[in-house]
């Protein structure tokens, strides 16, 4: 492997990048024929409340160790974190705040609950760290909640920072990865229609017609096909931790997601400021997804007032789809490489597939409750 940095080195990962962007691309093309199909959306009569609780549910499972491996940096910055999410978002959301400029008073606790969470937290970890109370070695416990453990990240990020499409050269296209990404691809169409039906009630919408689901996941390709023409490996997609925010904020204006886009696009061309949101502890980040995750999992609940509890199918058919979802996939990522079935593209489907709990648990889920009487 040639020195890091090094412009041997530099060619490498740009060549995978650029095979990843090809590969991203024209997956993204296939999506997109899927979204104008409305093919998904045709599907939708087959999708009951079972379904979306058991897709959000396992999503909210799935997240589980990300958060806990965050969090575990240092508890009681998370525990902290946690307290001001709660403070904010309930105990003070009905409190109202005059504003200049503003005739009606505004209950900016509730409005902006996780952001002043966040900033509260971060605040506070600054404050230990210039104080001494973090530790300075590396491979203690404590050190992921200084401020100043990723500075090196903010010193060597650019002002101004530009990509265009064919930044990194000429994307290439594999067959392996069009095949992986359309597996994703799948998977996430799959997530997005258990995350759009929770979000319309918070925003007062009715309940989005298979015409909205397909526009849905047509703009999801339309991005996916963005992303990677500006060099992303990953596409851009519906995201559960957005519907968490919405019912914890009740934030739900279109207003508000067009203006997040305008600074992440700012973020993302003035380095310097997207470095510095990188700095944040992940203690801290981790006390954030505790909430935002559990919300998942909550609205995947209150799904389930729609289904007769009473009925042992319907018990069953949970249960089982629930247990299934966790347990295949966790056998899958802790083996991945004992599926070998002697054709490679075909091992990297079956183990994205398998691998992935909303699609195994989601459709043993729709299969049931399709196939059983009741």
């Not at 093309?29 to 058991?54: D, M």
């Amino acid at each position: 492997m040639p020195e890091k940095g090094s412009p041997e080195h530099k060619e490498i990962w740009h060549r995978n990048l650029r095979e990843v962007q090809g590969s991203l691309m024209v997956a993204s093309l296939l999506s997109l024929a899927i979204g104008l199909s409305g093919a998904i959306g045709k599907l939708l009569r087959f999708i009951g409340p079972v379904t979306v609780s058991i897709i959000l549910l396992l999503t909210a499972i799935s997240l589980l160790d990300i958060t806990t491996s965050m969090a575990s940096g240092q508890w009681y910055i998370c525990f902290v974190t946690i307290f001001l999410v709660i403070l904010f978002s309930q105990f003070l959301r009905d409190l109202s705040i005059p504003l200049p400029g503003f005739k009606e008073r505004l209950k900016l606790f509730v409005l902006f609950s996780v952001l002043l969470a966040m900033l509260a937290a971060w605040f506070l970890c600054f404050i230990l760290t210039e104080a001494g109370a973090f530790t300075n070695n590396p491979t203690k416990w404590g050190y992921k909640a200084r401020t100043d453990s990723r500075t090196s990240i903010l010193k060597e990020a650019k002002w101004i920072y530009f990509l265009y499409p064919g930044y990194f050269g000429t994307p290439t296209v594999s067959v392996a990865g069009v095949i992986s990404y359309m597996a994703v691809f799948l998977s996430c169409a799959v997530e997005s229609v258990g995350t759009y039906f929770p979000t319309a009630p918070v925003c007062g919408a009715p309940p989005p017609p298979s015409s909205a689901i397909s526009r849905g996941i047509f703009i999801e390709a339309v991005c996916g096909l963005l992303s990677g023409a500006w060099g992303s490996p990953g596409g851009t997609v519906a995201y559960s931790q957005n519907i968490a925010s919405i019912w914890i904020s009740r934030a739900g204006s279109r207003a508000v997601t067009q203006v997040a886009g305008l600074l992440l696009i700012l973020m993302g061309c003035v380095g310097k400021l997207g470095a510095l949101f990188s700095t944040i502890p992940e203690p801290v980040i981790g006390g954030l997804l505790f909430p935002l995750f559990g919300m998942i999992g909550a609205v995947g609940i209150t799904n389930l007032q729609h289904v007769n509890m009473n009925s042992a199918r319907n018990v069953f058919v949970i249960g089982l789809s629930l247990l299934f979802g966790m347990g295949l996939p966790k056998w899958v990522n802790e083996n991945r490489t004992s599926i070998q079935t002697g054709n490679t593209e075909l091992d990297n489907v079956l183990t994205v597939v398998g691998g992935t709990s909303i699609i195994v648990g989601g459709f043993m889920a729709l299969i049931l409750d399709n196939a059983i009487p009741g």
